[in-house]
């Protein structure tokens, strides 16, 4: 009998790299989607129609009750979050609610439901749990035993939904796990977060729709991956007999001006910055200079690698992005 899977944050980037890679693995996938008329709803039902989309909200525990009710997964992947940093900054309460509040409401209805001890838990924790404290290991980064000092309301956030399945694994038995996941950006990135906004101008800039870009800091140095092998890490999480945190990382970091040095010279400009104008308005409060991850762990333990590398990963962003707004000058 195939298994079933319930993601939230379905309609996210890493919710349809998931989806399509649990689908490949045979799972009866259930995405759960947010109000009766979410804009996002056309876009899944034509391009996935293998998931099956329940009703339901983060916050609200009942409609996760029957959201599990319905689907009775054997793995519950939780994604849904606000998850723009700089965004969190303008709405940290609701941040709160959702990013923070939202992982125990889902963790609540599975034991509420009974399936502490049949359902297999994923919660979606973040490299911004670390902000920059603890970096005294040069070369070798962030691991599962650094310490944690989130700089901003979405770092807080995302280490109380941290902390909140630990405790229901330790005090339920739950089969919970937690990715500590580094940057992992592509194709299916949204056009607010600095990656798909640089690989989207430089396309359109390349086809003559725009004339520059206009960021913030440029000098911030990431951990950058694909999100394509990232969801594999997640999928490997839930398939161990002991459930453990993990954290998912390439091992290097690149700065935003090496992205646009590979994204401008994808479209045969060699120097961006008479094209890139920095604005203070996308400059964050407060800033995390670095974050570098070492997956070793996971590497160990889970057999996962990363197989997309970043030159390899700005390509296809850049020439999705090229691919994308062609069709749109046809249209």
Known sequence: MAKAALITGITGQDGYHLAEFLHGKGYEV?????????PKRARVEQEQPFVKLLEADITDTSSLIRAIETARPDEFYNLAAISHVGYSFKVPQLVADVTGKGVLNALEAIRLTGGEKTIRFYQASTSEMFGGLDYNRPGKGYDETALFHPRSPYGVAKLYGHWITKNYRESYGMHASCGILFNHEGERRGLEFVTRKISNAVARIHLGKQDHIELGNLDAKRDWGYAGDYVVGMWLMLQQDQP????????ETHTIGEFLDLAF???GINDWKPYVKQNPAFMRPAEVD??????????AKLGWRRKVDFPGMVKLMVQHDIGLESATSLD
């Open 265 to 267: 010279k994808e479209v």
């Open 290 to 299: 670095i974050l570098l991850g070492n997956p070793a762990k996971a590497e």
């Open 244 to 251: 453990d945190d993990y954290v998912l990382a390439t091992g």
């Open 30 to 38: 259930y995405g759960i989607i947010r109000g009766q008329h979410n």
